[in-house]
């Protein structure tokens, strides 16, 4: 089956440095990812959807330049937080469309910022 | 008129029992329903589907009730098991269903006792 996979799982880092987060599709090309931020015991809310070659979509109340989305190729997507301070904290958990299939997800990456 | 509510917040099933968890939309446009799993720092997993087509399906223990008038669906889980637990998400997405962004509903933590 389609797997997804997210690098790294857990990162803590110091307040106002920049955090790279890396989502891979591993067995299928993904031209569309989405990157989902989710706080404890709380839905899913949708970043950004992320096209191969073409600039991100950023949901409103997103900012797109502390959230930088760069999708390069058909098999990675990766998530910049930049200045990152305690209140970027959270749970951030990508996905990738294979065809018209449904979305498959990541394990998520959960960030913590002192 | 983006939102999808689900309730309830959280249910406890003793093992063999149903679980039923429901959610609600407004927006007509919504084509896809599809119903997630996700378990503590894992990405959400998907378990069942549905299109406004048909009013049920249903996928060995899970099955969606769909009603379209009422612009309601449930998942209900038969002979639930303490593998279960987790907490379950609905999500509604119009225009090609799958491969459009999700709306997540709030989410429910089911506890499945044995």
């Known amino acids: 089956g389609a797997v997804v996979s997210q690098h790294p799982s857990w990162v803590i880092c110091k307040s106002g440095t920049s955090v790279k987060i890396e989502c891979r599709s591993l067995d299928f090309q993904a031209t569309t990812m989405f990157w989902y931020r989710q706080f404890p015991k709380q839905s899913l809310m949708l970043m950004a959807t992320?096209?191969?070659?073409?600039?991100?979509?950023?949901e409103q109340g997103v900012e797109k330049d502390k959230f930088l989305i760069n999708h390069a190729s058909l098999t990675l997507s990766t998530l910049t937080v930049t200045s990152a301070h305690p209140e970027d904290s959270s749970f951030y958990i990508c996905?990738?469309?294979?065809?018209?299939?449904?979305?498959?997800f990541g394990d998520g990456t959960r960030l913590s910022i002192l | 008129q983006q939102q999808v509510k689900q309730s309830p917040q959280s249910l406890i099933v003793q093992k063999g029992g149903i679980s039923i968890i429901n959610c609600a939309y407004e927006?007509?446009?919504?084509?896809?329903f599809p119903w997630y799993q996700q378990f503590p720092g894992k990405g959400p997993a998907l378990l069942i589907a549905i299109r406004p087509d048909v009013s049920e399906k249903k996928e060995g223990r899970f099955t969606i009730s769909f009603n379209k008038s009422a612009k309601q669906f449930s998942l209900h889980i038969m002979d639930s098991q303490p593998g279960d637990s987790a907490t379950y998400f609905c999500a509604a997405s119009e225009d090609g269903g799958a491969t459009n962004k999700l709306i997540f509903g709030t989410g429910t933590l089911l506890a499945v006792q044995p």
């Open positions: 996905s990738a469309l294979q065809g018209d299939q449904p979305q498959h």
């Open positions: 992320s096209n191969e070659g073409s600039k991100a979509t950023y």
């Open positions: 927006n007509t446009a919504f084509d896809y």
